[in-house]
């Protein structure tokens, strides 16, 4: 998976090998959120072509999507593009 050459983390730079070093020692940690973003980019950053991901469950009970990550990439893009 390439990263944007200016992605940037908390302000630190990251190459592919280190945010998976990082999203590792993440998972280990005693907060959720941190906790679940290190799952999340170990995801993220694996070979496949798609994520599985959750509904808010703002209507119900949450839901598995599977969701392609080129779609999201997309979305990112045009999202910084109106900002």
Do not use: C
């Not at 990082?22 to 906790?35: F, G, L, P, R, V």
């Not at 990112?76 to 593009?81: D, E, I, S, W």
């Amino acid at each position: 998976m390439m990263l944007h050459p200016q992605f940037r983390l908390n302000g630190n730079a990251y190459n592919p090998e280190r945010l998976l070093a990082t999203a590792k020692k993440w998972q280990a940690h005693t907060d959720i959120e941190q906790k679940d973003l290190g799952l999340f980019l170990e995801d993220w950053l694996n070979d496949e072509e798609s994520i599985v991901l959750n509904t808010s469950g703002s209507t119900g009970t949450p839901k598995p999507i599977i969701m392609a990550k080129k779609t999201m990439q997309a979305s990112a893009k045009r999202t910084a593009a109106f900002f």
